[in-house]
Each structure stands twice: as C-alpha cells, then as structure tokens.
C-alpha cells in the first residue's frame, strides 16, 4: 500500500509564511503527479496545486503568485511554500498522488491564518 505523511502545518498572522512537506512511502513503482488539495470548514476539498514527474506545475487561481509546489524524486517527497498567507488559506491541507489511476491521500495537516 501507499501511505503520505504531511508535515508542518501551523497557525500563521496573516502575510506569513509556511512549508508544508509530504513524503510518500510503500509500494511505489516509479514516479507520479503529486500535489496539495485543501478543505476549510464547510467547505469542499478544493485544488491548490500539482506537480508533474518532469515539474510541471499547476496552481489554482486563488494561490497563483503566492504559492510554490516543489518535489524530490529521489526522496518521494513534495513541498508547498506559502506566501502572503491570508485567513481564507486556512484549512486542513491534503498530499495527493496517483498512480495507476488511484488517488493516495494523507491524513491532513491543519493550516490556521490569524493574528
């Protein structure tokens, strides 16, 4: 199986800065799109943004210019850099991946924008 662990969220003032990091493990035959969904409360799991193997990159509008995925391949990991953080950023944050057609998702890591 895969499993995705993600890490560093935290509560941020508003204009901050956070990185959040995901590495994936298990049963991985080579490398695949990864990327960062968010859900705040009440709301649907939205895209922020993905990653191709070669580092293509796609963002949702909302996080355009503020945000920036980065990967390792050698390491499976994937990065999120958050900039000009702004309350409506909060949200509990998703490392996703596919392969073979299936999602993998993590468990979720709490971002909180507030002064």
């Known amino acids: 199986q895969v499993q995705l662990v993600e890490s560093g969220g935290d509560l941020v003032q508003p204009g901050g800065s956070l990185r959040l990091s995901c590495t994936a493990s298990?049963?991985?035959?080579?490398?695949?799109?990864m990327g960062w969904y968010r859900q705040a409360p009440g709301k649907q799991r939205e895209l922020v943004g993905t990653?191709?193997?070669?580092?293509?990159?796609n963002y949702a509008d909302s996080v355009q210019g503020r945000f920036s995925i980065s990967r390792n391949n050698a390491k499976k990991e994937v990065n999120l850099q958050m900039n000009s953080l702004k309350p409506e950023d909060t949200a509990i944050y998703y490392c996703?991946?596919?392969?073979?057609?299936?999602?993998?998702w993590g468990q979720g890591t709490q971002v909180t924008v507030s002064a």
């Open positions: 996703w991946m596919t392969m073979f057609q299936r999602d993998f």
């Open positions: 298990g049963r991985i035959f080579g490398i695949y799109p």
């Open positions: 990653i191709l193997p070669n580092g293509g990159t």
